[in-house]
């Protein structure tokens, strides 16, 4: 916790000895263990080994620089040092008010000199110091006193720096209110609906005020209302230090509040000043009595109840222990480990459990913000737990954050056209009347996704007859790669049943009817004439027959649709995934609109057999978030195989039509390859920063391999696709062993 504990006294005093008697050595920043990091010891002209003094100042700010990382945690920390010096201890106190410590001192100035300078000869050589110096020391211990607002404490009044549990049975009953995140109306519902804060009721507020909901600003007021009432306790969740960024005119280091949040407060009549004296008011937990019965609240959740509360930090508590997912598996140690405490806890239930996994577990995480629910508990003093989900019907499914470049799907085809133009994140190619837009390099890069740019995926508009003639799908996007895309989120934004399809390893053709040539219109997602639309469209009309491209052109036409195909080219385009020849399959059709709409998976797999094209495979059919959330993790191990054979990966459709995907780790560590081999092949090695990324020994002894292809002058007959540097390397001498992997 953020707790800061100093030492004052001489060298000999005892310091040291104390630290290690009661166990606080691994929470100590030492400058004498840094001294001896820096340099070996020296020796004097008298014989005698010393710390190098040249290196002090580098000790210090050494020490000062790794106390504002723990501090930056809320981490417990001990600084041993003599602390004789008024200034050295008012920086200690500065970092403290900065990131909201409490700070103590431990006067160990009392020994009479004698005594520490007896104690000082008994020391080793190394730590032993003149006595001149313990008499300077004693000097300043007598004129440079310890700053006010540092609490000092004698040797024997350690234990007042440990948190205990207060007692609260004073109360009728205890309340502990879930995240709210910005959902002040359902909020308001529990209070108001059991009378309003009372007196003679504790309220507990487990944190994470705001984000994601759409009445942030309501429920940071009604909090600058209630916060000051000695019955409420406000801890602090894992959002609000973006309260503490906006309060400071900072810029937080999250898209969702920049956003998201952010506007709504800017356009308030909060006063900053009141945020800070409320977020300075977050308490890091809550620990307390009632009744007879011991209670742990955290935003997060440990694992058992620590033997002392003010040596867990300050992110651990918030965060939880373990990763975000692991909320079961917490539950269950701590049930196991702390029987007699009753934990509760929100942040996290990506599995969506109940509000009490085990008797003396609780988690009051009910995903409020996406129109779930607002958990409560109450404690009364019978020991009894009340429990209360209130559904929240004021919330904002979520979208992507991004530039407010929207397209309302009541506008015409021209409206849209300008739009695209306007856009300087879509770019525009024209062949004759008709004009493909496509989203830029940059907006791929920079991430710059809106209605615009999501949708400028392989459109291809007539403009003079403002008609869709060809279109891929909107850009959609992996699981945890946007914030909409989060495992937290998705648990409350999928719609069961889902489903899951075979993602093919090629690029994308799209076919549709030209109505102007009475011809199919054949093209990739970019350019109809370049050699991608060449390859696919000579695999297209190797792989069907006239009578079945002729089926194709009539289908495209009378379901005014663009048939979405997935190419495989094994001779021009190896892509990651090695196939036994070049082939096409039929992912989907999709009507010519400005809205993505598409035929559903019965319908395309008739058509697919009409024209005789293999169509996308259907995988696996998910009923529950429990299922998809074990399934996720089982297919994205490292070892996963889908029907003994490697794939891309998968791409999942909710029962509301919401499309994700999923890349598999054999895909990824190939993909990654692929650019590693690229390099090497171009110049014999990779820069250092990158070899840090090689965590396996394939991927160790795959690029010790590569670089023996290499050449100087440009490595000629070596492949440059991956496909066959794999299958090289698995037949050389090296990459045998690793067979089995690739």
Known sequence: MRTLLLFRGAPGCGKSTFIAQHGLKPYTLSADDIRLLVSSPLMTRHGNMTFNPDNDTFVWRMLMQMLEKRMENGEFTVIDATNSKT???????ELCNTYKYRIYCIDMTNLPIEDCKARNAQREPLKRVPEEAIDKMYARFATQKIPTGITVLRPDELDRIWMHPIDLSQYKKIHHIGDIHGCATVLKEYVDGNGGVKEDEFYIFLGDYIDRGIENVEVLKYLLEIYQKPNVLLLEGNHERWLWTWANDATAKSKEFELGTRPQLDASDIDKRDIRKLYRKFAQCAYYTYHG???????????????????ISTRQLIHGAGNYNDCDYIADRFHKTSPE???IHAHRNTKALPFQTYDNVVNLEGGVEFGRHLRCAQLLPSGELKFFALVNHIFKEPEVLTEPEKLAD???????IMKLRNCKFVSERQYGDISSFNFTRTAFEDRVWNDLTIRA????INIPKQKVVARAYDKFFRVNERPETKLDILQYKLQFPVTA??????FLGLVSYNEQTDDLFITTKSSPDGDYAMWFRNLLTSTLSESQLDRLKVLAKELDSTFVFEC???????????????????????????????????????YASEIGITPKEKAFVIENWQDFFDWYYEVMGEDYLYHGRHIEGFVVEDAAGYMIKLKLAYYNFWKFMRGISAEVLRRGYVDKKRLSSFTTPLANHYYAWIKTQFTPGGSEGVPRDICSLRKMFTESDEGKPFAAEC
């Open 87 to 93: 200034s050295e201890m008012n920086k200690y106190k």
């Open 293 to 311: 019965k011991t209670v742990l609240v955290t935003h997060g959740g440990l694992s058992r109840m620590p033997g002392n509360l003010t040596m």
């Open 341 to 343: 405490v009753l934990q």
């Open 410 to 416: 009541t506008e015409s085809v021209g409206d849209t």
């Open 457 to 460: 995926r392989g459109l291809y």
């Open 501 to 506: 399809y075979v993602k093919e390893n090629g």
């Open 568 to 606: 495989v080219d094994m001779v021009h385009d190896p892509h990651v995934i090695e196939y036994p020849g070049s082939r096409l399959f039929l992912l989907d059709i999709v009507k010519n609109d400005m809205k993505f709409q598409k035929q559903p998976y019965e319908q395309l797999t008739q």
